[in-house]
Nanobody, 117 residues
Framework: QVQLVESGGGLVQAGGSLRLSCAAS????????MGWYRQAPGKERELVAT???????VYADYVKGRFTISRGNANNAVYLQMNNLKPEDTAVYYC???????????WGQGTQVTVSS
């Protein structure tokens, strides 16, 4: 079992920055992809960014150039630096660890990010 705890959300004005952190504990699979997803009210959960255990990153088009994902050296943390935030970035942000073989997703409880205009 894997436990994920997010932190760093909050209220920020448009153009501002936030840094989200996710602490992972438990039986973290060595081959994994860590990532961030978000869900706005009335919308489906969507990908924000992922990073593999080899460091390969993937970003959604709507955050490219503004957000940066990174992970801790000990495979037990993932971070999301969010710059130039926009009101449309307002959502609950969820940390995810995906076990690759077999595929299984672990989720955190989410942290609210609100961007005011």
């Amino acid at each position: 079992q894997v436990q994920l705890v997010e932190s760093g959300g909050g209220l920020v004005q448009a153009g501002g920055s936030l840094r989200l952190s996710c602490a992972a504990s438990g039986s973290i699979p060595s081959l994994n992809v860590m990532g961030w997803y978000r869900q706005a009210p009335g919308k489906e959960r969507e990908l924000v960014a992922t990073i593999s255990s080899r460091g390969t990153t993937v970003y959604a088009d709507y955050v490219k150039g503004r957000f940066t994902i990174s992970r801790g050296n000990a495979n037990n943390a993932v971070y999301l630096q969010m710059n130039n935030l926009k009101p449309e970035d307002t959502a609950v942000y969820y940390c995810n660890v995906r076990r690759v073989l077999p595929v299984y997703d672990y989720w955190g409880q989410g942290t609210q990010v609100t961007v005011s205009s």
